[in-house]
């Protein structure tokens, strides 16, 4: 029996990078906000390193801005 761990991929069939598009966090899966911008669009799921400001938009000007 093999014990290799999956590497999850996007709807697009493109392998992720771990450390750079998501980590593993427990049995969760945590997307990074350099993965979210790339797949284009806010899934209105409440991702925790969301970019976007409004869900449901593929607008860049509606990108959060980080505040000091």
């Not at 970019?51 to 990108?63: H, I, M, Q």
């Amino acid at each position: 029996m093999s014990t290799t761990k999956s590497t999850p991929t996007t709807d697009f069939n493109s392998r992720l990078i771990e450390g750079e598009d998501y980590y593993s966090e427990g049995t969760s899966i945590v997307f990074t906000a350099r993965y979210l911008l790339r797949r284009g669009h806010c899934c209105e799921t409440g991702c925790r390193h969301c970019p976007y400001e409004k869900a449901g938009t593929k607008e860049l000007s509606t990108l959060k801005t980080k505040t000091k």
